[in-house]
Protein backbone atom coordinates (compact mmCIF):
# COMPACT_ATOMS: atom_id res chain seq x y z
CA UNK A 1 0.00 0.00 0.00
CA UNK A 2 2.96 2.64 0.83
CA UNK A 3 4.08 1.79 -2.65
CA UNK A 4 0.67 2.93 -4.57
CA UNK A 5 0.82 5.88 -2.22
CA UNK A 6 3.84 7.21 -3.11
CA UNK A 7 4.12 9.04 -6.39
CA UNK A 8 6.71 6.54 -8.35
CA UNK A 9 4.31 3.50 -7.09
CA UNK A 10 1.31 5.29 -8.91
CA UNK A 11 3.28 6.08 -12.41
CA UNK A 12 3.94 2.35 -12.22
CA UNK A 13 0.86 0.89 -11.68
CA UNK A 14 -0.33 3.80 -14.16
CA UNK A 15 1.77 2.22 -16.41
CA UNK A 16 0.58 -1.17 -16.15
CA UNK A 17 -2.85 -0.69 -16.71
CA UNK A 18 -2.30 1.41 -20.05
CA UNK A 19 -0.57 -1.40 -20.56
CA UNK A 20 -2.83 -4.10 -20.01
CA UNK A 21 -5.34 -1.60 -21.98
CA UNK A 22 -2.80 -1.26 -24.28
CA UNK A 23 -2.52 -5.40 -25.48
CA UNK A 24 -6.18 -5.80 -24.87
CA UNK A 25 -7.78 -3.17 -27.05
CA UNK A 26 -4.99 -2.61 -29.53
CA UNK A 27 -3.21 -6.67 -29.76
CA UNK A 28 -0.14 -6.63 -32.41
CA UNK A 29 -1.73 -7.33 -35.68
CA UNK A 30 -1.73 -10.77 -37.24
CA UNK A 31 0.77 -11.63 -40.30
CA UNK A 32 -1.43 -11.88 -43.19
CA UNK A 33 -1.12 -14.66 -45.72
CA UNK A 34 -2.73 -14.36 -49.46
CA UNK A 35 -4.22 -13.73 -51.53
CA UNK A 36 -3.34 -17.17 -53.26
CA UNK A 37 -0.84 -17.04 -56.36
CA UNK A 38 -2.87 -15.58 -59.33
CA UNK A 39 -1.01 -17.61 -61.97
CA UNK A 40 -0.95 -20.89 -59.79
CA UNK A 41 -4.60 -20.40 -59.19
CA UNK A 42 -5.17 -19.59 -63.00
CA UNK A 43 -3.39 -22.80 -64.26
CA UNK A 44 -5.39 -25.02 -61.59
CA UNK A 45 -8.65 -23.94 -63.03
CA UNK A 46 -7.98 -24.82 -66.36
CA UNK A 47 -6.53 -28.08 -65.83
CA UNK A 48 -9.16 -28.98 -63.89
CA UNK A 49 -11.82 -27.26 -66.53
CA UNK A 50 -10.36 -29.08 -69.34
CA UNK A 51 -10.48 -32.07 -67.26
CA UNK A 52 -14.01 -31.88 -66.72
CA UNK A 53 -14.67 -31.10 -69.72
CA UNK A 54 -16.80 -27.64 -68.72
CA UNK A 55 -16.36 -24.18 -67.01
CA UNK A 56 -16.20 -24.29 -63.26
CA UNK A 57 -18.20 -22.22 -60.84
CA UNK A 58 -17.29 -19.81 -58.82
CA UNK A 59 -17.62 -22.24 -55.78
CA UNK A 60 -15.14 -24.39 -57.20
CA UNK A 61 -13.09 -21.54 -57.93
CA UNK A 62 -12.91 -20.30 -54.32
CA UNK A 63 -12.39 -24.18 -53.08
CA UNK A 64 -9.05 -24.34 -55.29
CA UNK A 65 -8.20 -20.50 -53.77
CA UNK A 66 -8.92 -22.21 -50.27
CA UNK A 67 -6.30 -25.13 -51.28
CA UNK A 68 -3.67 -22.73 -52.06
CA UNK A 69 -3.88 -20.68 -48.52
CA UNK A 70 -3.85 -24.47 -47.25
CA UNK A 71 -1.02 -24.98 -48.70
CA UNK A 72 0.67 -20.94 -48.51
CA UNK A 73 0.26 -21.85 -44.55
CA UNK A 74 1.88 -25.18 -44.87
CA UNK A 75 4.28 -23.52 -46.54
CA UNK A 76 5.18 -20.74 -44.42
CA UNK A 77 5.20 -22.77 -40.75
CA UNK A 78 7.65 -25.26 -42.23
CA UNK A 79 10.08 -21.83 -43.09
CA UNK A 80 9.31 -20.45 -39.73
CA UNK A 81 10.58 -23.88 -38.40
CA UNK A 82 13.78 -24.11 -40.37
CA UNK A 83 12.72 -27.25 -42.65
CA UNK A 84 14.39 -25.76 -45.77
CA UNK A 85 17.92 -25.95 -43.83
CA UNK A 86 17.07 -29.30 -42.75
CA UNK A 87 16.18 -30.71 -45.97
CA UNK A 88 18.74 -32.43 -47.92
CA UNK A 89 16.33 -32.51 -51.16
CA UNK A 90 15.51 -28.82 -50.52
CA UNK A 91 19.31 -28.09 -50.75
CA UNK A 92 20.67 -30.26 -53.42
CA UNK A 93 17.58 -28.56 -55.70
CA UNK A 94 18.86 -25.25 -54.65
CA UNK A 95 22.33 -25.93 -55.18
CA UNK A 96 21.34 -27.18 -58.42
CA UNK A 97 20.19 -23.97 -59.72
CA UNK A 98 22.43 -21.96 -58.32
CA UNK A 99 24.96 -23.94 -60.58
CA UNK A 100 22.77 -24.00 -63.60
CA UNK A 101 22.55 -20.26 -63.48
CA UNK A 102 26.39 -19.67 -63.23
CA UNK A 103 28.00 -22.91 -64.96
CA UNK A 104 31.22 -21.34 -65.08
CA UNK A 105 31.60 -20.29 -61.32
CA UNK A 106 33.49 -22.65 -59.04
CA UNK A 107 32.06 -22.84 -55.69
CA UNK A 108 31.65 -24.83 -52.50
CA UNK A 109 28.14 -26.30 -52.01
CA UNK A 110 27.59 -24.24 -49.23
CA UNK A 111 28.38 -21.52 -50.51
CA UNK A 112 25.61 -21.76 -53.16
CA UNK A 113 23.45 -22.92 -50.67
CA UNK A 114 23.98 -20.01 -48.65
CA UNK A 115 23.64 -17.51 -51.42
CA UNK A 116 20.51 -19.33 -53.12
CA UNK A 117 18.62 -18.61 -49.21
CA UNK A 118 19.85 -15.36 -49.11
CA UNK A 119 18.75 -14.39 -52.56
CA UNK A 120 15.25 -16.40 -51.32
CA UNK A 121 15.34 -18.75 -54.60
CA UNK A 122 13.49 -21.25 -52.37
CA UNK A 123 10.33 -18.74 -52.63
CA UNK A 124 10.44 -18.91 -56.26
CA UNK A 125 10.98 -22.57 -57.31
CA UNK A 126 7.57 -24.97 -57.34
CA UNK A 127 9.77 -28.33 -56.28
CA UNK A 128 10.98 -26.90 -53.37
CA UNK A 129 7.43 -25.57 -52.29
CA UNK A 130 6.23 -28.49 -52.99
CA UNK A 131 8.49 -30.85 -51.00
CA UNK A 132 8.57 -28.12 -48.03
CA UNK A 133 4.84 -28.67 -47.99
CA UNK A 134 5.13 -32.57 -48.11
CA UNK A 135 7.79 -32.47 -45.47
CA UNK A 136 5.07 -30.08 -43.69
CA UNK A 137 2.59 -32.76 -43.73
CA UNK A 138 4.12 -35.87 -42.96
CA UNK A 139 5.44 -34.35 -39.48
CA UNK A 140 1.95 -33.10 -38.44
CA UNK A 141 0.90 -36.82 -39.60
CA UNK A 142 3.46 -38.25 -37.66
CA UNK A 143 2.84 -36.40 -34.36
CA UNK A 144 -0.27 -39.05 -34.64
CA UNK A 145 1.48 -41.96 -33.78
CA UNK A 146 0.44 -45.05 -34.52
CA UNK A 147 -3.26 -45.36 -34.88
CA UNK A 148 -5.58 -48.25 -34.33
CA UNK A 149 -7.81 -49.00 -36.85
CA UNK A 150 -10.02 -52.00 -35.73
CA UNK A 151 -11.67 -54.65 -38.14
CA UNK A 152 -15.00 -54.37 -36.62
CA UNK A 153 -14.42 -50.50 -37.90
CA UNK A 154 -13.56 -51.41 -41.34
CA UNK A 155 -16.18 -53.96 -41.63
CA UNK A 156 -18.57 -51.29 -40.70
CA UNK A 157 -16.98 -49.06 -43.29
CA UNK A 158 -17.22 -52.05 -46.26
CA UNK A 159 -21.18 -52.66 -45.17
CA UNK A 160 -21.95 -49.00 -46.01
CA UNK A 161 -19.56 -49.25 -49.13
CA UNK A 162 -20.29 -52.59 -50.81
CA UNK A 163 -20.74 -51.20 -53.79
CA UNK A 164 -17.51 -50.04 -54.57
CA UNK A 165 -16.57 -53.26 -54.61
CA UNK A 166 -18.70 -54.57 -57.29
CA UNK A 167 -16.38 -56.22 -59.58
CA UNK A 168 -18.00 -56.25 -63.24
CA UNK A 169 -18.32 -59.28 -65.64
CA UNK A 170 -15.44 -60.53 -67.48
CA UNK A 171 -14.70 -62.20 -70.41
CA UNK A 172 -11.25 -63.74 -71.61
CA UNK A 173 -11.72 -64.11 -75.80
CA UNK A 174 -10.41 -64.27 -79.11
CA UNK A 175 -11.07 -62.63 -82.31
CA UNK A 176 -10.56 -62.71 -85.86
CA UNK A 177 -10.96 -59.24 -87.82
CA UNK A 178 -11.45 -58.99 -91.06
CA UNK A 179 -11.07 -55.18 -92.63
CA UNK A 180 -14.41 -53.69 -94.31
CA UNK A 181 -12.96 -53.74 -97.75
CA UNK A 182 -11.57 -56.83 -97.89
CA UNK A 183 -12.49 -59.50 -100.99
CA UNK A 184 -15.17 -61.50 -100.71
CA UNK A 185 -12.94 -64.62 -101.04
CA UNK A 186 -11.04 -63.80 -98.32
CA UNK A 187 -14.23 -63.15 -96.65
CA UNK A 188 -16.10 -66.30 -97.78
CA UNK A 189 -12.89 -68.38 -96.94
CA UNK A 190 -12.62 -66.89 -93.25
CA UNK A 191 -16.75 -67.73 -92.76
CA UNK A 192 -16.19 -71.38 -94.21
CA UNK A 193 -13.41 -72.18 -91.33
CA UNK A 194 -15.68 -70.88 -88.94
CA UNK A 195 -18.50 -72.59 -89.74
CA UNK A 196 -16.36 -75.60 -89.09
CA UNK A 197 -15.49 -74.36 -85.73
CA UNK A 198 -12.36 -74.36 -86.05
CA UNK A 199 -10.16 -73.29 -83.05
CA UNK A 200 -8.69 -69.50 -82.71
CA UNK A 201 -5.21 -70.28 -83.55
CA UNK A 202 -6.35 -72.02 -86.78
CA UNK A 203 -9.20 -69.37 -87.82
CA UNK A 204 -6.48 -66.12 -87.29
CA UNK A 205 -4.53 -67.29 -90.73
CA UNK A 206 -7.27 -66.05 -92.66
CA UNK A 207 -7.41 -62.67 -90.69
CA UNK A 208 -5.83 -59.38 -91.59
CA UNK A 209 -3.88 -57.98 -88.52
CA UNK A 210 -5.03 -56.51 -85.66
CA UNK A 211 -2.16 -54.35 -83.65
CA UNK A 212 -3.63 -54.64 -80.43
CA UNK A 213 -3.45 -58.63 -80.65
CA UNK A 214 -6.15 -61.70 -80.88
CA UNK A 215 -6.71 -62.65 -77.45
CA UNK A 216 -8.03 -61.06 -74.26
CA UNK A 217 -8.24 -61.98 -70.85
CA UNK A 218 -10.16 -60.41 -67.78
CA UNK A 219 -11.81 -57.84 -70.01
CA UNK A 220 -14.95 -55.85 -68.64
CA UNK A 221 -17.54 -54.45 -70.98
CA UNK A 222 -15.80 -50.64 -69.79
CA UNK A 223 -12.46 -52.51 -70.92
CA UNK A 224 -14.01 -53.55 -74.64
CA UNK A 225 -15.70 -50.30 -75.12
CA UNK A 226 -12.15 -48.55 -74.91
CA UNK A 227 -10.48 -50.90 -76.94
CA UNK A 228 -12.96 -51.49 -79.74
CA UNK A 229 -15.68 -49.14 -79.10
CA UNK A 230 -19.09 -48.79 -77.61
CA UNK A 231 -21.20 -50.31 -80.03
CA UNK A 232 -19.19 -52.87 -80.37
CA UNK A 233 -19.07 -53.55 -76.46
CA UNK A 234 -22.94 -53.27 -76.59
CA UNK A 235 -23.25 -55.80 -79.19
CA UNK A 236 -20.24 -58.54 -77.66
CA UNK A 237 -22.54 -58.11 -74.79
CA UNK A 238 -25.53 -58.94 -75.85
CA UNK A 239 -24.45 -61.54 -78.13
CA UNK A 240 -22.30 -63.41 -76.43
CA UNK A 241 -23.32 -66.19 -73.83
CA UNK A 242 -22.13 -69.81 -74.71
CA UNK A 243 -18.36 -70.60 -74.26
CA UNK A 244 -15.88 -72.09 -76.77
CA UNK A 245 -18.20 -71.09 -80.23
CA UNK A 246 -18.19 -68.65 -82.87
CA UNK A 247 -20.23 -65.38 -82.72
CA UNK A 248 -20.13 -62.62 -85.00
CA UNK A 249 -19.75 -60.94 -86.85
CA UNK A 250 -19.99 -57.60 -84.97
CA UNK A 251 -18.43 -54.17 -86.20
CA UNK A 252 -16.28 -51.78 -84.75
CA UNK A 253 -14.64 -48.67 -85.80
CA UNK A 254 -11.77 -51.07 -87.43
CA UNK A 255 -13.99 -53.69 -89.50
CA UNK A 256 -15.75 -56.69 -88.39
CA UNK A 257 -14.99 -59.33 -85.42
CA UNK A 258 -15.38 -62.77 -84.49
CA UNK A 259 -15.48 -63.60 -81.19
CA UNK A 260 -14.79 -67.08 -79.35
CA UNK A 261 -15.41 -67.08 -75.59
CA UNK A 262 -13.19 -69.02 -73.79
CA UNK A 263 -14.57 -68.07 -70.11
CA UNK A 264 -17.04 -65.34 -68.34
CA UNK A 265 -16.45 -64.40 -64.65
CA UNK A 266 -19.93 -63.33 -63.20
CA UNK A 267 -20.71 -59.72 -61.87
CA UNK A 268 -19.62 -60.18 -58.08
CA UNK A 269 -19.04 -57.84 -54.70
CA UNK A 270 -15.68 -58.38 -53.65
CA UNK A 271 -15.34 -60.49 -49.76
CA UNK A 272 -14.15 -58.24 -46.74
CA UNK A 273 -11.41 -60.01 -46.34
CA UNK A 274 -10.10 -59.37 -50.34
CA UNK A 275 -10.39 -55.58 -49.71
CA UNK A 276 -9.88 -55.31 -45.97
CA UNK A 277 -6.22 -53.83 -46.79
CA UNK A 278 -7.54 -51.47 -49.31
CA UNK A 279 -9.87 -50.18 -46.35
CA UNK A 280 -7.27 -50.01 -44.07
CA UNK A 281 -5.08 -47.93 -46.52
CA UNK A 282 -8.07 -45.45 -47.22
CA UNK A 283 -9.28 -44.87 -43.36
CA UNK A 284 -5.63 -43.82 -42.76
CA UNK A 285 -4.87 -41.62 -45.65
CA UNK A 286 -8.60 -39.95 -44.48
CA UNK A 287 -7.30 -39.67 -41.06
CA UNK A 288 -4.19 -38.20 -41.91
CA UNK A 289 -6.17 -35.32 -44.35
CA UNK A 290 -8.46 -34.85 -40.97
CA UNK A 291 -5.49 -34.20 -38.82
CA UNK A 292 -3.98 -31.90 -41.61
CA UNK A 293 -6.82 -30.35 -42.22
CA UNK A 294 -7.36 -29.78 -38.65
CA UNK A 295 -3.80 -28.44 -37.39
CA UNK A 296 -4.16 -25.75 -40.33
CA UNK A 297 -7.33 -24.70 -39.15
CA UNK A 298 -5.62 -23.83 -35.96
CA UNK A 299 -2.82 -22.49 -37.46
CA UNK A 300 -4.86 -19.88 -39.94
CA UNK A 301 -6.41 -18.68 -36.19
CA UNK A 302 -3.07 -16.73 -35.90
CA UNK A 303 -3.15 -15.25 -39.33
CA UNK A 304 -5.21 -12.54 -41.13
CA UNK A 305 -6.33 -14.78 -44.25
CA UNK A 306 -7.12 -12.66 -47.84
CA UNK A 307 -8.80 -14.68 -50.42
Not at 123 to 146: C, F, K, N, P
Request: with cysteine.
Amino acid sequence: MRLLKSIPGRFVLLGVVLFCLDRGFFPDPKPVIGPPNEERVRLQVEALAQLKGTQLNDSQIEEIKRREIRDEVLFVEALNRGLIQQDQVVQRRLIRNMRFMDPERDAEDDTLLAEALELRLHLADEVVRRRTIQVMESLIVARQGDILISDDDLMATYQLQRDKYAEPTRYDFHHVFLRDDVSEERRDRLLAMLADSVLPREARTASDVFLAGYQFRGRSALDISRQFGDSFAESFVAEVEVLESWVGPIGSVFGNHWIWVDDISESRIKGFSEVAQELRRDRRREMDDEAIQAWVAAALERYEVRL
